[in-house]
């Protein structure tokens, strides 16, 4: 198999093909980066009312209760380790 200096047809596929998948790339951008609406809540970090409505609400912080079992859990793991040796 011998090649050709002046042959680009490998060269041109994979320039098409790095085409491609830039402008694929920067369609998947300006799709994720622009928002379905532009009725922003004020203050936000680029949150609209549908999102605030549609979104699950996740709280920020654990409640005391979470953080009791979970101190109690690792107190009971201690206490068994100290006792299995």
């Known amino acids: 198999m011998t090649t050709d200096p002046h042959d680009h047809t490998v060269g041109d596929s994979l320039a098409n093909v790095a085409t491609h998948s830039e402008k694929s790339i920067a369609e998947k951008i300006d799709k994720i980066v622009t928002p379905p609406s532009d009725d922003f809540i004020v203050n936000s970090e680029g949150v609209t009312h549908e999102e605030l409505r549609t979104l699950r609400n996740v709280p920020d912080r654990l409640p005391f209760i979470a953080w009791l079992v979970i101190i ?14």
Not at 72 to 85: D, N, Q
Request: proline residues 0%; aromatic residues 22%; hydrophobic residues 45%.
């Open 72 to 85: 109690v859990e690792f107190a009971e793991r201690y206490v068994e380790s100290i006792y299995a040796s």
